[in-house]
């Protein structure tokens, strides 16, 4: 037997996460470890436990489940040991999707989904399976463009790497006007993981988003 995912269930209304522990305790090889209302001193316990999946509802008391998981991450020593996370909400808005994906989370996950799609969601959070394209990236960023973020650290983390590494920030600043307008990308966002990570982001998709903030992928 495959061992249980351990998930971390964050979310303010009482009613809905004791329904997501159900569900979820009543599903095969899925154990609920950790629940939560989003407080700053009940998520200062995560780091602490071993968790595969955190599961975390967009509408929180203080701050968004966005902003609570960027604050949460901040808490782990190391990039390696930060869980995954899932993002639900009420409503499925484009926008959101961008704000999670350039958080760092794995995937949102709307209440119409029901839950079997939380349950799939969970799943391939833990395989840490692709749940976007460079196409399918483009495209969204290309109907939700995120808000301009100027970073001095990331312009600077860029600027010092080494030729071959930037050479692919290059080419995908080059080929990134062609894939908003359609065109089928000769890049995947497979090959900008490992440089992903060694930047500090934890997905591919939250890095191309960070560089587009950034202005790095501006039309030349």
């Given at each position: 037997?495959?061992?249980?995912?351990?998930?971390?269930?964050?979310?303010?209304?009482?009613?809905?996460?004791?329904?997501?522990?159900?569900?979820?305790?009543?599903?095969?090889?899925?154990?609920?470890?950790?629940?939560?209302?989003?407080?700053?001193?009940?998520?200062?316990?995560?780091?602490?436990?071993l968790?595969?999946?955190?599961?975390?509802?967009?509408?929180?008391?203080?701050?968004?489940?966005?902003?609570?998981?960027?604050?949460?991450?901040?808490s782990?020593?190391?990039?390696?040991?930060?869980?995954?996370?899932?993002?639900?909400?009420?409503?499925?808005?484009?926008?959101?999707?961008?704000?999670?994906?350039?958080?760092?989370?794995?995937?949102?996950?709307?209440?119409?989904?029901?839950?079997?799609?939380?349950?799939?969601?969970?799943?391939?959070?833990?395989?840490?399976?692709?749940?976007?394209?460079?196409?399918?990236?483009a495209?969204?960023?290309?109907?939700?463009?995120?808000?301009?973020?100027s970073?001095f650290?990331?312009?600077?983390?860029?600027?010092?790497?080494?030729v071959?590494?930037?050479?692919?920030?290059?080419?995908?600043?080059?080929?990134?006007?062609?894939?908003?307008?359609?065109?089928?990308?000769?890049?995947?966002?497979?090959?900008?993981?490992?440089?992903?990570?060694?930047?500090?982001?934890?997905?591919?998709?939250?890095?191309?988003?960070?560089?587009?903030?950034?202005?790095?992928?501006?039309?030349?």
């Amino acid at each position: 037997m495959s061992q249980s995912l351990r998930i971390a269930l964050i979310d303010w209304n009482t009613s809905v996460r004791s329904a997501r522990r159900a569900i979820l305790d009543a599903t095969e090889n899925i154990t609920v470890v950790f629940e939560s209302d989003g407080s700053k001193d009940q998520l200062t316990q995560l780091p602490d436990l071993l968790v595969d999946v955190i599961v975390i509802d967009q509408q929180l008391d203080s701050k968004t489940g966005v902003d609570a998981f960027l604050t949460l991450r901040q808490s782990y020593e190391e990039l390696s040991e930060i869980p995954k996370a899932v993002l639900t909400t009420v409503f499925d808005i484009t926008s959101l999707r961008v704000q999670a994906l350039g958080a760092g989370m794995h995937d949102v996950v709307s209440i119409d989904s029901g839950p079997d799609g939380l349950i799939n969601a969970i799943r391939s959070a833990a395989s840490a399976e692709p749940v976007i394209d460079l196409a399918e990236l483009a495209k969204l960023l290309t109907e939700t463009p995120p808000i301009f973020k100027s970073s001095f650290e990331l312009s600077q983390a860029v600027i010092t790497l080494p030729v071959r590494k930037k050479g692919l920030i290059e080419k995908l600043a080059e080929e990134w006007p062609k894939i908003k307008a359609g065109s089928k990308p000769k890049l995947s966002l497979e090959q900008y993981q490992p440089l992903a990570l060694s930047l500090g982001f934890l997905s591919a998709s939250e890095f191309v988003i960070k560089l587009m903030q950034n202005g790095v992928l501006d039309a030349k």
